[in-house]
């Protein structure tokens, strides 16, 4: 069979062989890692190889490292890094160059162990009212400042040859629940969203790949975004993004009904790929049966998307630390001379 369209986890940090075999028999089109699948460098690397070698192909094998809370490679093992939105507010002008710099590391230090796509940039505007869940993981509270910090983060998992994933398309820092428990409303115009939220997602409608929100934008549908197809012909038409557009973890309890029902509602909606998250073998046999195969349209998105995959590049890692680590350290003593990041 053809690859499915999803992507899914696993449940620890090796295949059992109930999950290679199931692995076998659906394809999923890719894998997501979370921490309770990492260990050391050395485990990582075989997990990584197990998951390729149950599809028989080099699938994408997804995480996110964002940094801050959201990073599932940590100490003692990789670099720790500090939350987005306080380290932007403290770099001023060197944020961009110093965002390029710790997305170029963190991409060494994904394909080090096997992982070719990281869930970032994080376009989503900072506001008072964005829920804790994701307010410090955001670059800013200015559309245009988000939109180039996010296209320097994308820049430097490219340069380092990790695909990036834009997240959460058309936007969530409106929302004033955690998604992962309920369904946040926004009842924003569309036309204030267009002229502020969306902004950073049109500027970098290039990316390869981008993850919805679950989030119901009232003044545009009844439906939350991630199963409308009302919000997802907007990110096509008016957003311009014409990469693989994957589902949130649709295990989130923002979306009701039963997995599969969410599943073909995602898929109907237009999105390409459904996201699966926790691990749990029967809920991804209930995935892989209610998704199907990639074909038409989404199969070709994700060829163009996986194409732009590349090898790691033989670069100076230890210089580009080194830069990053001067300019982190000035950041701090910017902030304090000009009052940012109180």
Known sequence: ???????????????SPAERDFFAEAQPCGFILFARNIDTPAQLCRLCAELR???GRDAPILVDQEGGRVQRLGAPHWRQWPAALEQARAAGQDAARLFWLRYRLIAAELRAVGIDVNCAPVADIARPETHPVLRNRCYGGDAEQVAALARAVADGLLAGGVLPVLKHIPGHGRARLDSHHDLPEVATSRAALAAS?????????DLPLAMTAHIRYTGIDSAAATVSPRVVAMIRDDLGFDGVLMSDDISMQALGGALP????????????????????????????EACGSLAGPAAARAGRAMSRRRPAPDDDIAALAAQYDVLAAQAPRAAQGQGAGR
């Open 53 to 55: 070698d149950a599809v």
């Open 261 to 288: 029902e969410r599943c073909r509602a995602a898929l109907a909606a237009g999105c390409d790929l459904v996201l699966h998250c926790n691990g749990e073998l029967d809920e991804m046999i209930a995935v892989a």
């Open 1 to 15: 069979m053809g690859q499915g369209a999803h992507i899914l986890g696993c449940a620890s940090t090796r295949l």
């Open 197 to 205: 939220d969306f902004v950073p997602f049109t500027r970098l409608a």
